[in-house]
């Protein structure tokens, strides 16, 4: 991010600190690490017939041991299943809404119509279904889904809705990659809360306020697969992470505690055409990465996230602001024999694209004004002013952008006052500069969701078709800017 808004949003963010970022709970203290890592259950469309059924419901989850709090999940009382999927399958999804309010469920990633993207538009009221059937074509890939209704999407996945989708193509077959779902290739849905005295999750309980939208809702607890500093017994070699970052608003920033060099393989579209050697990685909200970390030297090691860059000195998540970097996990090798002990040298390379392909550029500043709020009738009353894309808030009734069907287009992409994960629904897209640089090759594979921190140039491949009844969105994932305007629409005929 420029200096200038660096220090802009620092500027505002000392007024804010105590509020939106610092010492709101008295019980996120990290637990040892003694709860095993919950695993979800998997399920496999090909096993139940192609239909896989999802119910949104209310639920009790203890984050803190003792202390029952309501929370929303899929078929569980938290989170929900992963769902394995196939390239070439027909699948149905029957989502039953057993919630007191409307919902939707958005398949993030995952190139279908906009009639089954599960969108604002793909309202399910209270007591009623949806069955969308979702063809699956696209490489194999980690995927995941969670609600998108506009206006309450922050708090619904706060609660607790959102799962992981894998999907399978073949071509893992001829990769030696750990497979094994739950022991050497583990799912890890990362999150942060608060909590009040009582163990509940603090956004339920309160009304957001200026600072929480600009900012989004920050917690000082971090969590995996819903707990609080669990830990994760592997295999002593190569173990397969899946990352998803389905926090509201925060960065992670990971490491290991003994600086140990990972290997990235997959970003959100799929794998990178080889390994890309990391010692710290960031993963912004809702973006997917999948990683190789080589227990072998049999040493219990912790996984560690450190302060959120984008909220300068405001950005630490231990609640008195001392610690760098806080621990999120604990990994301890057993003496189980591993699967894969060698690092593969190549993985599959991403689809090409060329930059001469595309038919026209287009330009989007993404605007959040941090200081300022205004009085509005949407369902956030106090909402900052100036949130929204190229100088409009969000309007359902509103198409913005029409593109064709097997184009492909150059989207500039610059974000003012803060940092924004972009995210695009019904399309994939390659990062052709970052800051006027060629990204890392972390970054270098086919991704739905970028954070900009000043300006990011994206090849966007439209394969998908969306008319003016369904659209797609393309959005700040920052569910608090989400909700309150930070989105557009666009159709693909």
């Known amino acids: 991010m420029a200096p200038s808004r660096r220090g802009f949003m620092i500027g505002c963010g000392a007024i804010a600190a105590s509020t939106v970022l610092c010492g709101r709970s008295a019980n996120c203290e990290p637990a040892p690490f003694t709860r095993p890592l919950p695993i979800p259950p998997l399920i496999d469309a090909a096993a139940s017939r192609h239909s896989v059924k999802l119910t949104a419901s209310p639920g009790e989850h203890a984050f803190v041991e003792g202390k029952l709090t309501r929370t929303y999940g899929y078929s569980a009382p938290i989170l929900g299943p992963a769902i394995r999927v196939r390239r070439g399958e027909e699948v149905e999804m029957v989502v039953e809404n057993n919630l007191d309010a409307a919902t939707t469920v958005h398949w993030h990633g995952l190139l279908v119509p906009g009639e089954n993207d599960g969108g604002p538009q793909n309202l399910i009221q209270p007591g009623s279904r949806w069955r969308p059937i979702l063809k699956i074509d696209q490489p194999a890939a980690t995927l ?71 900012y989004g809702a920050r917690g000082d607890a971090v969590i995996v697969n819903g707990a609080v500093a669990p830990v994760a017994r592997v295999p002593a070699g190569l173990v397969r992470l899946r990352l998803l970052n389905a926090a509201n608003a925060q960065n992670f920033e990971l490491r290991f505690s003994d600086g140990r060099t990972f290997h990235v393989i997959a970003s959100d579209g799929g794998f990178l055409p080889a390994p890309a050697a990391v010692k710290q990685l960031r993963i912004s909200p809702a973006e997917r990465f999948e990683v190789l970390v080589d227990f072998a030297d049999g040493k219990s090691v912790t996984l560690e996230t450190g302060p959120d860059e984008q909220m300068g ?168 800017h989400e909700d309150a305007g930070l989105m557009g629409q666009y159709i693909c005929t």
């Open 144 to 214: 995941w889904f969670h609600p998108h209704p506009h206006g309450d999407t922050a708090r619904q996945i706060y609660m607790g809705l959102a799962g992981m989708i894998i999907i399978d193509d073949g071509s893992e077959a001829q990769l030696t990659l750990p497979r094994t779902f739950g022991i050497d290739d583990l799912p890890l849905i990362l999150q942060d809360r608060s909590f009040d005295q009582n163990g509940s999750i603090e956004y339920e309980n309160k009304s957001l306020g200026p600072l929480d939208i600009a």
């Open 313 to 480: 000195i405001f950005g630490r998540l231990a609640p008195d602001g001392s610690a760098d970097f806080v621990a999120m996990m604990r990994f301890e090798p057993t003496s189980t024999a591993p699967a894969i002990k060698e690092l593969p040298a190549h993985l599959i390379e991403p689809a090409l694209l060329s930059p001469a392909s595309a038919v026209r550029r287009r330009q989007f500043i993404l605007n959040s004004g941090l200081c300022a709020s205004r009085s509005d009738a949407s369902t956030h009353t106090d909402m900052p002013a100036l949130i929204g894309i190229n100088g409009k808030p969000f309007d359902m009734g509103r198409i913005d952008v029409e593109t064709k069907l097997g184009t492909a287009e150059v989207w500039e992409i610059t974000s003012i006052g803060m940092a924004h994960p972009f995210h695009i629904h019904g399309a994939l897209f390659r990062v052709l500069s970052i800051e006027g640089e060629r990204p890392p090759p972390h970054l270098a594979g086919w991704k739905d969701t970028l954070l900009v921190e000043d300006k990011a140039e994206l090849l966007i491949a439209f394969n998908q078709p969306a008319t003016q009844a369904h659209p797609f969105m393309y959005h700040c994932h920052i569910l608090e």
